[in-house]
């Protein structure tokens, strides 16, 4: 699953990840702060103490994280159509060319997939609201793309009893499919 930051409170962002069965969140920011009161939850300490006491790992991924200059890019992206980060719904395709091609592609994905938890649900964290918005869905279906790709049944739904094979060859497929 994928979270956001904006639109939640400390407490709704909890109860969404414990309700979904969350046991990892990787952080995918490059600064691991929010601006404003309303979501200083979300700043590192916070979060991960907050996290902590709900029995929920947490991991920071600085290499899935946009770099500044493809964020100046989406922002000067965002000036240009009027919307500001917290309104964006989507993502421009320069941006997505440039993360896919500087972060994602050189990105090992594998080694990823090899250290996710099978007995419980990871979340992709960022601070947009829309995923659609962020690059959290990039990293998302690449790698869900992956793990699919190690196993051909990834596709089909997850109540199907062949996942039990998907689950045993890739640890970290049921991780994402949920």
């Known amino acids: ?57 947490y991991r920071h991924l600085k290499d899935l994280a946009p770099t500044t200059e493809l964020r100046q890019l989406q922002y000067r992206e965002d000036d240009r159509q009027g919307v500001g980060k917290r309104n964006r ?30 007995g419980s649900v990871t979340a992709l964290f960022c601070v947009e609201r829309d995923p659609a918005a962020c690059h959290r869905s990039l990293v998302a279906a690449r790698l869900l793309g992956y793990l699919a790709s190690t196993c051909p049944t990834a596709a089909e739904p997850v109540s199907n009893s062949a996942h039990a094979d998907c689950q045993a060859a890739s640890p970290g497929y049921s991780s994402l499919r949920r």
């Open 1 to 57: 699953m994928t979270i956001g930051v904006y639109g939640d409170t400390a407490e709704t962002f909890l109860r969404q990840l414990t309700g979904k069965g969350v046991g990892l969140l990787l952080d995918l920011r490059q600064r691991r702060g929010v601006r404003g009161p309303d979501y200083a939850w979300a700043n590192s300490a916070r979060l991960q103490q907050a996290l902590a006491t709900a029995n929920i790992g």
């Open 89 to 118: 719904v989507t993502l421009a395709p320069a941006y997505i060319d440039g993360y896919t091609r500087q972060i994602l592609d050189p990105f090992d994905l594998g080694g990823l997939a090899a250290e996710l938890p099978t």
